[in-house]
Every structure is written in C-alpha cells, then in structure tokens.
C-alpha cells in the first residue's frame, strides 16, 4: 500500500507540473485601459456599469422623478438619476439609454394647471416609457395640487386639469405593463383601465374601482383627503 500511495503521489506531481506548465502559457485577459487621460471608470465593462446604474436608480425613494415643480413652473428634473446619468458622457448617455430596467421606475408629479405644457415635457415621458422596453413598470404618481391645498389652505380639487388628463393618458397607454403602482388621489382619471400584471397598488378608494387587476396581491389604500397623505391601510 505504502508503494502504491508512492507511485500515485509521483503521477499526480507530474498532472500538477503539466498543469502549471500549460497554464503559464494561456494569454492572460486582456483588460481594456481606457486612453491616457480618460478617467479608469471608463475601462469598465458595460454591464457593470449597467449594474452601477441600476443600483443607483434603485436607490431613489418612492421612484426617480421626471419633473420638477417651482411654485408657478415645471421642467425636466435633470438633477435626479437617471437622467443626471445621461449628461455625464457619450458613453454613460448611450449605456443609460440602452439599459431597459434603468427606466422601468417613474415618478410622474401631476402639475395640474390649465395652461397647456410645453410639448417637449408629454413628449419626455412618452420616451422614457419607450426606453424602459418591455419591462413591468413601476410608478408613483403624485398630484402637486396636494402641495397647493397643505401650504395655500386651496382646495386642489377646483376643476379637472386638461394637463393631468394629457399626462395620465399617455401612463394609461401603458397600462398592461403595470406591476406596482401608488397613485395618490388623482381626480382628473375618469376612464378605467385594464393592469393584468398589476401586483402592488397604493391608491384612494375612489381610484380603487377604475381599477381591473386580476393578479393583484398587494393593496394600501390611502385617504382621500389631501390633508393626511399618509394615512393608509393595506390589504394582502
């Protein structure tokens, strides 16, 4: 036995050396440098940096928002991923838009204003639902009148917004592809609306019937009063 564990120990030294021998001879991987100059995030693969871009979106409470509002204004929310995102680099601005989950989250601030929007901002979010594919969305839609009503004491429910409608009609477009959703009352939706992958809703009760979502498993339903936003129960 004791010649026999000698003669194997030999055999496998020699498999070891064959071994080490042959590998010492496999190129090594060729990591890309990024040109002399250009910062080192560059030499980064573009799926991890896909991942960096979905860590950070994530990362945004309730979900990445696509406007801003000043008290009498609203415009593009450039400051706030993953737009900030796409005026970085050509390279960070094609590796956003070309990863689909980066957009699949929207947080979507209903100004309602009379006054018709500028044309670009409808025309924003028809393009950031189109990046996000065929993705399950998740939104949060948030009426600003809310804002109004806590801070003027205003009633925000005054007259239906043909701006809010605009917006809401294009989110309905897509309707289908809807996994979570909170939707703080919103007044100026009138129609129903089919979400068969709907999992999770947050909305008032008055919303509540317009929706036809089969697959739900997960309900909170939030005051209609715009003074307490937050009260809620949940149902699952």
């Known amino acids: 036995m004791k010649a026999f564990g000698k003669k194997r120990m030999e055999i496998l030294l020699r498999e070891?050396?064959?071994?080490s021998f042959s590998r010492s001879?496999?190129?090594?991987?060729?990591?890309?440098?990024?040109?002399?100059g250009l910062p080192y995030i560059h030499g980064l693969p573009v799926e991890l940096l896909q991942q960096i871009f979905l860590l950070i979106v994530n990362d945004v409470p309730d979900c990445p928002s696509i406007f801003s509002f000043g008290e009498t204004t609203i415009s593009v929310d450039v400051a706030s991923p993953p737009l900030i995102l796409t005026r970085v680099c050509r390279l960070w601005?094609?590796?956003?838009?070309s990863t689909t989950g980066v957009w699949s989250r929207i947080q979507v601030g209903l100004p309602g204003r009379v006054q018709p929007?500028?044309?670009?901002?409808?025309?924003?979010?028809q393009c950031w639902l189109a990046r996000s594919g065929s993705r399950p969305l998740t939104?949060?839609?948030?009426?600003?009148?809310?804002?109004?009503y806590r801070v003027c004491g205003k009633h925000p429910w005054q007259r239906p917004s043909e701006v809010n409608s605009?917006?809401?009609?294009i989110l309905l477009s897509e309707s289908k592809r809807w996994e979570t959703v909170v939707m703080l009352p919103v007044e100026d939706w009138s129609q129903n609306f089919d979400a068969p992958q709907l999992r999770s809703l947050e909305c008032c009760l008055s919303n509540l019937r317009r929706f036809n979502?089969?697959?739900?498993s997960r309900l909170y339903i939030i005051a209609s009063r715009p003074c307490h936003p937050n009260q809620r129960a949940g149902y699952s």
């Open 16 to 19: 070891i050396h064959a071994l």
């Open 25 to 36: 001879h496999v190129p090594p991987v060729n990591v890309k440098e990024p040109d002399r």
């Open 93 to 97: 601005r094609v590796v956003a838009y």
């Open 117 to 125: 929007l500028k044309s670009f901002l409808p025309d924003l979010l």
């Open 139 to 148: 939104l949060r839609i948030v009426d600003k009148r809310q804002f109004y």
């Open 166 to 169: 605009q917006l809401l009609d």
């Open 213 to 216: 979502a089969p697959n739900l």
